[in-house]
């Protein structure tokens, strides 16, 4: 069995040319899976919901008491960031050794990652003008349909991190370490500016600052750098509090309602803090990680979840509001109180209902994350980053617009696939395969 990269000795300072890249490295199969997975969990369990007069009342079972604390672990986009860092690595030097040119890289990785957001778009498009002509109060459509946009946040920062994957592995060649840290120095100037100045809009470089930074580690991750783990746990937790105790930033690590500032939105050094962390804490354990993930069943489990992981983030909200639908709006029952026995009780089964709302759009849409064969990509570089910018404003837009009924959606919309189709190539049959056969995704190359 191949080791994984991670295992590999290197030496200390940068090597100067890409070390080879491994196989498949179950430790970030694990951590991808169980990002999306418990970022759907928190999505699903904190909604406290009721209905009245036509309208839906929203509120966060986060913001109760002490339960802070658990957005100390459950906010984990920080390691989805770090395992899609990884992943890039490893999948465009493997890349590079087949002797792909960076633009057909990258093109590769674009088509992956927007083209599972086209179904989204053509069924949320159309729907709240449907919902709305059969009667349903227009509040809760125009919610739902806000919220199911901005989910797509993370395709547009995680587009961004993807296309300059290239020139920042060629910095973490020659810098190593050095290039997150000047990130990281960079996020801090950013909260001085944005806390001393009272904008919020002045912290809005740290979308791309903390981002990246965290991406740039998985690099040294699949380098073999990441030596130490224990201290990057207590050094990124102890921060995080020191930060939080000391500083401007809330103890929550997700935005909470009323609350003057977040963490997230747009994020702080304080989560960056605790997404190091969360790092250190994961590599901690990775050898217990990657032993449960190469028993039999959990290696199945991850290969089946794997290859749906963007379907299950594009369309949990959808879970989301076709129970709340049913139950609040329908029924007029309301989420219990936080905490309470109800609560505790009631948790389960209504986790069941979302599961069960969740396998149809599993089944339904899980084909396209596989975007249709074509032939190699040969358009160039210009092209191909043409089509990342329209993809990354479709993205965006949608993000800010949600598919509330207008014209924005639509032009969001209309820019992913337009950059969609300048990445499109002629379909050709590739060797040793069938005429009509479909050309599936590289073992070891995730969409994330």
Known sequence: ??????????????????????ARDPFI?????????LVVLQHWSMPLLSFADGRI???????????????????????????????????RRSAARRGDATPAWLAGRLRRL??????????????????????VPEQPVMTASRLAGQLLWFLAIYLVAVTLTPPMLRLNMVYGWRVPAVLAAGAVAVDVLRFTSGLDIAGFPNIVLVWLAVHQLGFLYADGRMGRPWVLALAGYGLGAVLTAFGPYPLSMIGMPGASVSNMAPPTVALLSIGVGQIGLALAMRRSIVSFAEWPGVSRALRWAGDRMMTLYLWHMSALFVIVSMVVVGLGISTPE?????WLSGWPH??????????????GFARFE???AAGPYTGGAARVLVASALVGLGLLTLTVTGFVPGTAPLIGAGAIVAGLALVRSSRRTPPGSRPGERVGRPHGSPPL
């Open 1 to 22: 069995m191949t080791p994984p990269l991670a295992a590999v000795p290197l030496p200390r300072t940068a090597p100067r040319t890409a070390p080879a890249p491994a």
């Open 29 to 37: 199969d694990v951590l991808r899976v169980f990002g999306m997975v």
């Open 57 to 91: 009342s929203t509120g966060n079972a986060l913001a109760t008491g002490n339960a802070w604390m658990i957005t100390w672990i459950s906010q984990v986009m920080p390691l989805v960031f770090f395992a899609g860092g990884a992943a890039n690595a490893i999948s």
């Open 114 to 135: 927007a083209w599972p957001v086209v179904p989204l778009a053509a069924v949320w498009l159309p729907l709240p003008h449907l919902l709305l002509a059969l009667g």
């Open 338 to 342: 936080p905490g309470t026995s109800a």
């Open 350 to 363: 209504w986790l069941l209902m979302l599961a069960l709302a969740m396998w149809p759009l599993l089944r």
């Open 370 to 372: 596989t975007p249709p």
